[in-house]
């Protein structure tokens, strides 16, 4: 948000002018400015214009903001994991609800802690393989602009 100061004599019209590393953002002309992916990594400033009939035009730009760093993820929950843990049964991996939305998911099956191959839907068809061993899903979470999240289920109990 800018904060113009004061201008006078009232009244003065105030127009914006959003930046990244002083370069003019198309269409960051309002008074307040929300950062995206594009201007990660850049410093961030802000000219101030005011104009009035009978007086000279007064631009003034603020000082830079430290690099726009990558946005945080909400709290991610743990994912659950629904279904028979039998050979030939499917498992389901119930992500909970991510943000802010939308928030591209991805899924890794793990066996007894180690990735099985191939296993990276949100469903699951258990395999002679798994037989004896717990299954876990780590369900990582991505969004332009934002740092990534992974978050890993509790175990099954073994498969039978």
């Keep these: 948000m800018a904060v113009p100061g ?7 019209a ?6 990244a590393n002083g370069v003019a953002i198309t269409g960051a002309t309002a008074a307040t400015y929300k950062p995206g992916a594009a201007q990660l990594g850049k410093t961030i400033t802000v000219t101030v ?7 000279a035009t007064k631009s003034k730009t603020s000082t830079a903001t430290v690099a726009v760093a990558p946005g945080t993820l909400g709290p991610a ?11 030939g049964s499917t498992l389901t991996a119930v992500p909970g609800r991510w943000g802010p939305a939308p928030v591209a998911l991805t899924y890794q099956w793990k066996a007894n802690g180690v990735s099985i191959t191939g296993a990276t839907a949100a469903t699951y068809k258990l395999t002679t393989a798994q037989a004896g061993k717990t299954i876990t899903v780590t369900v990582t ?7 990534t999240k992974s978050k890993t289920s509790a175990a099954t109990a073994r498969v039978v």
């Design 14 to 19: 105030l127009t914006y002018q959003w930046k």
């Design 141 to 147: 979470g991505t969004k332009t602009g934002y740092t």
């Design 77 to 87: 929950p743990v994912p659950t994991i629904t279904g028979t843990v039998k050979v």
């Design 6 to 12: 004061t201008w006078g004599p009232a009244p003065v």
């Design 49 to 55: 214009t005011g104009t009035k009939a009978g007086y």
